[in-house]
């Protein structure tokens, strides 16, 4: 196991999917900020990607909402036993990750800006897929 230490502190990551929480609700008066242009284009990258995650929320196998509990007990395996430095949680998690592996970094990249900004124009209302 490769352990990592910043100022004597045990660093460990939780890398979640998408699971239903009150974040999205708790972003949306940033959307509010700046100028007509600004809150233009927050709102088609909040659309957009609001639509990327809940195409995730019920990507996995049983193709049910995943419980954001299993993040909760992640975090406090991490906390109490020994783990990897990185901790992916969720089966979409698991298929970016995949993804990213699969392909040169900069097309990895290329690929997500897809799926997560928005174009011009509307936000298309198709379903957002990892892999082809």
């Known amino acids: 196991m490769v352990?990592?230490?910043?100022r004597n502190i045990l660093v460990k990551t939780v890398a979640p999917g998408a699971f239903e929480t009150n974040?999205?609700?708790?972003?949306?008066?940033?959307?509010?900020?700046?100028?007509?242009?600004?809150?233009?284009y927050s709102s088609k990258s909040m659309s957009q990607m609001w639509q990327f995650f809940q195409s995730l929320?019920?990507?996995?196998?049983?193709?049910?909402?995943?419980?954001?509990?299993r993040v909760a007990d992640k975090i406090y395996q991490c906390a109490t036993s020994e783990t990897p430095i990185h901790n992916i949680v969720g089966d979409d998690a698991e298929q970016i990750v995949n993804l990213k592996n699969s392909m040169p970094h900069q097309a990895f990249l290329d690929r997500m800006s897809e799926m997560l900004l928005p174009t011009e124009g509307e936000p298309s209302n198709q379903k957002v897929t990892l892999f082809d």
Do not use: I, M
Request: charge should be negative; hydrophobic fraction near 30%.
């Open 3 to 6: 352990v990592h230490y910043y």
């Open 23 to 40: 974040f999205v609700a708790g972003c949306a008066n940033l959307l509010e900020s700046g100028d007509d242009e600004l809150r233009t």
């Open 57 to 69: 929320l019920t990507a996995g196998d049983s193709g049910t909402t995943p419980d954001p509990a």
